[in-house]
């Protein structure tokens, strides 16, 4: 009987710790699950908010890079400022973020008084969920994107005119950019032993002669020209091929009251696509005198032609289709002579 007492005795003993080690289990249970709740609420929410940040930095992207088309713009034409900065809203809102505001937009980078770069940051607070249990009500979030001007160092539709390196230097120095002679009615300014260069420029060193020039001053050529390209130098003084091919062009222009007696493009207001604007080549002569290297390229609108030849206009400073150096604008930049390509730089 005392053995079967003492057996009882140690049974609920062993009962009770059982029992206690079992409340002791659902505690832990219970606060792991707590605990892991927790880090899956922050999972999902921050996995919510991580979705929001690649939409958010699409925004910034076509909002900068598009607006920064427009680029560059003088520092002291508010217009132009409010102008550029109203794209890049109405850019972020096309892409589900109508908050920007134009404190959100940022022009840098200036060179000859003008800017070169835009920023665009673009803010969100996005709410949480799970995270709420924490306390965290909301999470902020900024995105942001930069986008540069770059000269170009290769690029299509260039025409067969253009200008030396030393002069377009000499130009660039003094601001003597407008009402440029850029092909001549009688001889170039060129070394005393090339007689019979007037300006003209054969791109494909196929020596098409009258024909493929006269396409290329209304069309451009369709190849590529780069910096470093060597060029011949096309005899004669083309004033048909050249007179035709301006008139063409110039009479292309749609913009601006163009078509019912208005100006059409000038330097005042212009539209980076239309035909009056050429892509030219900035060159120094080669060795043998008979050919040019390609230094850079420029962008040229066209204003009047005689009919013995010549063709004036004015420089522009402009974003053209290309492949840029990937430098900055000025800062002894070489190449750089106004016709630039728009990089994403962050």
């Known amino acids: 009987m005392k053995k079967l007492c003492a057996l009882l005795r140690k049974t609920r003993q062993l009962r009770r710790l059982i029992d206690q080690e079992q409340g002791d289990a659902l505690i832990i249970v219970a606060v792991s699950m707590v605990f892991i709740m927790g880090i899956l609420a922050l999972v999902i929410d921050l996995g919510l908010a991580f979705l929001s940040t690649g939409e958010q930095q699409k925004a910034a992207d076509a909002a900068v890079y598009s607006a920064g088309r427009l680029l560059p713009i003088e520092t002291g034409n508010l217009t132009s400022v409010d102008q550029i900065k109203d794209s890049a809203i109405s850019y972020a809102s096309l892409n589900g973020f109508p908050d920007l505001t134009p404190d959100d937009i940022i022009l840098g980078k200036i060179s000859n008084g003008q800017y070169t770069e835009i920023r665009v940051n673009v803010d969100k607070s996005v709410p949480m969920y799970f995270a709420k249990i924490f306390g965290i009500d909301y999470l902020d979030l900024s995105r942001s994107a930069v986008a540069k001007l770059s000269p170009v160092i290769r690029t299509t539709g260039v025409a067969p005119i253009g200008l030396t390196k030393e002069e377009m230097d000499a130009r660039i120095a003094s601001n003597n950019l407008t009402h440029v002679t850029l092909k001549y009615g009688i001889q170039n300014p060129a070394p005393d032993d090339s007689p019979s260069f007037f300006g003209a420029l054969d791109l494909d060193g196929q020596g098409g002669g009258a024909s493929d020039y006269r396409i290329w001053i209304t069309q451009g050529y369709a190849g590529e020209i780069s910096v470093g390209d060597v060029l011949l130098e096309e005899s004669g003084n083309m004033v048909g ?9 110039y009479a292309a222009c ?12 000038t330097t005042e207001h212009f539209e980076p696509s239309c035909p009056r604007i ?9 060795a043998d005198k008979k050919t040019v290297v390609v230094e850079g390229f420029a962008a040229f609108l066209l204003e009047n032609q005689t009919n013995d030849g010549y063709i004036t206009g004015s420089f522009l400073n402009m974003v053209t289709n290309g492949a840029s150096s990937g430098m900055n604008v000025g800062e002894g930049t070489e190449g750089d002579f106004g016709l630039y390509n728009l990089i994403l730089s962050e």
Do not use: I, M, N, W
């Open 278 to 286: 050429v892509k030219v080549p900035v060159y120094s002569y080669g």
């Open 254 to 265: 749609t913009h601006f009251g163009a078509l019912s007696g208005g100006d059409g493009c």
């Open 241 to 249: 091929p050249t007179y035709q091919g301006f008139e063409e062009r």
